[in-house]
C-alpha cells in the first residue's frame, strides 16, 4: 500500500512507526528542514503511552518521565481545593503517567518509525483525487501517486485548508494565552502537578526529572503580537503578582529564558476523511492543553488508524478509513469536551464567578469532570 503521512509530529511518527511494523513503509514528508527542541512538557495517560510499546519507545518513555504522583489544585492564595492521588486513579486504570519534553518523546517516536521514506523541509503543494488513487505535489515540484494520504500536519493543517478551502473554519479562539517557560525545581512541587485557579488566570507548575515547566494562562494581552519578551515577562508578573510563593519563584525566573505564548486555539473539524485523505491529530481535533490529553490523543487514533490500514489492502482503504473513524472519533470528541469544560471552568474572569467555581470544586472532583479521559483508558478504541 502507497501511504503518505504529511507531518512529522507526534500523530506523523506514531504512525510510520505502527505502519512499519504492518509490513507497510510510509512516506513521511515534513514541513521544517530541522527539528528544533521548542516545546515544553507532556504527558501521556496510559490509553496512549501502552501504545509506544510495539515500536520500542516505551522504555525510554519512561526512562526519561517524572512519574505523576499527585494532583494538587488550588485557588489564587494557595488554598487546597483538590489533592488527587494519581496512583490512585492509576491503579484503577492500570498504567503508568508521566511527564517529559516534547522534544524528547518526538525523538523516542521517530527512532520508532525509522525506517520509513522521510524527507525534511518539504510540504504538499497539490492533491487530486481520481477513482481509487491520490496524486500530490511536492514544493519540490515533483509528485507522487498514493493509495491514502494521512495529514498529521498539526491544527493549523494547510492539507484540511486545501481540502475544505478554508484555514479558519473549526478553530475556536478561547481569547487566552499561556505563557511557558522552564524554571528549576521547587520542594513545593516535589513529583506532583500544582495548580492555582484564581480568577482569570490559571497558574500550572508541572514538574520533570531534572526542571518544571511552568505555564501561567491570563486573557490574550492587547497588542501580545508586538510586545518584546521585557513586556510579556513584565505582563504575566503583573497578572499574577499576589499569588502564592511558589508561583513567586516561578516567575523569578520568567526572565531567565525564553517566555513562549501559546494562544489558547483548539480545532474541531466537521469530517476527517475526504475520499482517500484523512485528517489525523490536531488536524483533526485538536486540543486545548487544559485536561493535558491532546498528544495522547493524537498518539492513540494514529496507532488505531495504523492497526486498521495494516490489516487492509489498496482496495479496502475507505473501508479501513471508516472504521478507524467509527473507534477513534467518538473518544477523542468526548476527550476534547472535557478539555472545553475544564477550559470554561479555569478561565472565568470575574472574582465572583471565580468564588462560586471554588466553592463548587471543593465538592466536585476533577476526574469526574474528565471522566471521559479516565474512560478512555478503561473502555475499547
Ligand atoms: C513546535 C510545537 C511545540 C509544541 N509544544 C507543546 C507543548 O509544550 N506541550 C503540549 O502539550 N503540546 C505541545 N505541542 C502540541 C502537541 O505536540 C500536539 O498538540 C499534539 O501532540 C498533536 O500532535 P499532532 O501530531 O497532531 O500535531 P503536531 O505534534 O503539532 O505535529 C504536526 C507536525 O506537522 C508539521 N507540519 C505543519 N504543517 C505542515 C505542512 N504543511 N507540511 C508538512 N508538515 C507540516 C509540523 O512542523 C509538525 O512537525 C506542540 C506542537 C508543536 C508543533
Same mark, same amino acid.
Given at each position: 500500500?502507497?501511504?503518505?503521512?504529511?507531518?512529522?509530529?507526534?500523530?506523523?511518527?506514531?504512525?510510520?512507526?505502527?505502519?512499519?511494523?504492518?509490513?507497510?513503509?510510509?512516506?513521511?514528508?515534513?514541513?521544517?528542514?530541522?527539528?528544533?527542541?521548542?516545546?515544553?512538557?507532556?504527558?501521556?495517560?496510559?490509553?496512549?503511552?501502552?501504545?509506544?510499546?510495539?515500536?520500542?519507545?516505551?522504555?525510554?518513555?519512561?526512562?526519561?518521565?517524572?512519574?505523576?504522583?499527585?494532583?494538587?489544585?488550588?485557588?489564587?492564595?494557595?488554598?487546597?481545593?483538590?489533592?488527587?492521588?494519581?496512583?490512585?486513579?492509576?491503579?484503577?486504570?492500570?498504567?503508568?503517567?508521566?511527564?517529559?519534553?516534547?522534544?524528547?518523546?518526538?525523538?523516542?517516536?521517530?527512532?520508532?518509525?525509522?525506517?520509513?521514506?522521510?524527507?525534511?523541509?518539504?510540504?504538499?503543494?497539490?492533491?487530486?483525487?481520481?477513482?481509487?488513487?491520490?496524486?500530490?505535489?511536492?514544493?519540490?515540484?515533483?509528485?507522487?501517486?498514493?493509495?491514502?494520504?494521512?495529514?498529521?500536519?498539526?491544527?493549523?493543517?494547510?492539507?484540511?485548508?486545501?481540502?475544505?478551502?478554508?484555514? #479558519? &473554519?473549526?478553530?475556536?479562539?478561547?481569547?487566552? +494565552?499561556? !505563557?511557558? /517557560?522552564?524554571?528549576?525545581? @521547587?520542594? =513545593?512541587?516535589?513529583?506532583?502537578?500544582?495548580?492555582?485557579?484564581?480568577?482569570?488566570?490559571?497558574?500550572?507548575?508541572?514538574?520533570?526529572?531534572?526542571?518544571?515547566?511552568?505555564?501561567?494562562?491570563?486573557?490574550?494581552?492587547?497588542?501580545?503580537?508586538?510586545?518584546?519578551?521585557?513586556?510579556?515577562?513584565?505582563?504575566?508578573?503583573?497578572?499574577?503578582?499576589?499569588?502564592?510563593?511558589?508561583?513567586? #519563584? &516561578?516567575?523569578?525566573?520568567?526572565?531567565?529564558? +525564553?517566555? !513562549?505564548? /501559546?494562544?489558547?486555539?483548539? @480545532?474541531? =473539524?466537521?469530517?476527517?476523511?475526504?475520499?482517500?485523505?484523512?485528517?489525523?491529530?490536531?488536524?483533526?481535533?485538536?486540543?486545548?492543553?487544559?485536561?493535558?490529553?491532546?498528544?495522547?490523543?493524537?498518539?492513540?487514533?494514529?496507532?488505531?488508524?495504523?492497526?486498521?490500514?495494516?490489516?487492509?489492502?489498496?482496495?479496502?482503504?475507505?473501508?479501513?478509513?471508516?472504521?478507524?473513524?467509527?473507534?477513534?472519533?467518538?473518544?477523542?470528541?468526548?476527550?476534547?469536551?472535557?478539555?472545553?469544560?475544564?477550559?470554561?471552568?479555569?478561565?472565568?474572569?470575574?472574582?465572583?464567578?471565580?468564588?462560586?467555581?471554588?466553592?463548587?470544586?471543593?465538592?466536585?472532583?476533577?476526574?469526574?469532570?474528565?471522566?471521559?479521559?479516565?474512560?478512555?483508558?478503561?473502555?475499547?478504541?
Amino acid at each position: 500500500m502507497r501511504v503518505l503521512i504529511i507531518g512529522g509530529g507526534m500523530a506523523g511518527w506514531t504512525l510510520a512507526g505502527h505502519l512499519l511494523r504492518a509490513g507497510i513503509t510510509p512516506t513521511l514528508i515534513e514541513r521544517v528542514s530541522e527539528y528544533s527542541r521548542v516545546g515544553f512538557c507532556i504527558g501521556l495517560y496510559p490509553f496512549s503511552a501502552g501504545t509506544l510499546r510495539p515500536t520500542g519507545a516505551y522504555e525510554g518513555y519512561v526512562d526519561q518521565s517524572l512519574p505523576v504522583t499527585t494532583y494538587t489544585m488550588c485557588d489564587g492564595h494557595g488554598e487546597v481545593m483538590q489533592q488527587m492521588s494519581f496512583s490512585e486513579v492509576l491503579g484503577r486504570i492500570q498504567g503508568f503517567m508521566g511527564m517529559l519534553q516534547r522534544a524528547d518523546l518526538l525523538d523516542l517516536l521517530r527512532e520508532g518509525g525509522d525506517g520509513a521514506r522521510a524527507a525534511m523541509g518539504m510540504s504538499v503543494t497539490g492533491l487530486q483525487q481520481e477513482d481509487d488513487v491520490v496524486h500530490v505535489t511536492f514544493s519540490d515540484g515533483s509528485t507522487g501517486d498514493f493509495d491514502v494520504v494521512l495529514a498529521c500536519d498539526g491544527i493549523h493543517s494547510a492539507t484540511r485548508a486545501m481540502l475544505i478551502g478554508s484555514s #479558519e &473554519a473549526g478553530l475556536t479562539d478561547w481569547g487566552f +494565552t499561556a !505563557f511557558t /517557560w522552564w524554571t528549576p525545581r @521547587q520542594d =513545593a512541587v516535589a513529583d506532583g502537578v500544582v495548580e492555582y485557579w484564581g480568577a482569570g488566570g490559571l497558574f500550572g507548575l508541572y514538574p520533570l526529572p531534572d526542571r518544571i515547566n511552568a505555564i501561567a494562562g491570563m486573557p490574550t494581552p492587547v497588542g501580545l503580537g508586538s510586545m518584546s519578551q521585557e513586556q510579556v515577562v513584565a505582563a504575566v508578573r503583573e497578572h499574577f503578582q499576589g499569588y502564592p510563593e511558589p508561583v513567586q #519563584e &516561578a516567575l523569578a525566573h520568567a526572565s531567565d529564558g +525564553t517566555v !513562549f505564548p /501559546w494562544a489558547m486555539i483548539d @480545532q474541531k =473539524a466537521d469530517r476527517w476523511i475526504h475520499g482517500r485523505v484523512a485528517l489525523v491529530g490536531d488536524a483533526a481535533t485538536g486540543f486545548l492543553p487544559t485536561a493535558g490529553v491532546g498528544a495522547s490523543n493524537a498518539i492513540k487514533s494514529a496507532q488505531v488508524l495504523a492497526d486498521e490500514l495494516g490489516r487492509a489492502d489498496a482496495s479496502a482503504v475507505p473501508l479501513a478509513l471508516s472504521l478507524w473513524e467509527q473507534r477513534a472519533r467518538p473518544k477523542v470528541e468526548a476527550n476534547q469536551a472535557a478539555s472545553r469544560t475544564l477550559a470554561k471552568m479555569m478561565f472565568v474572569k470575574g472574582s465572583t464567578v471565580a468564588k462560586a467555581r471554588d466553592l463548587m470544586l471543593k465538592h466536585y472532583p476533577v476526574d469526574k469532570v474528565a471522566k471521559d479521559v479516565v474512560k478512555s483508558n478503561t473502555e475499547p478504541w
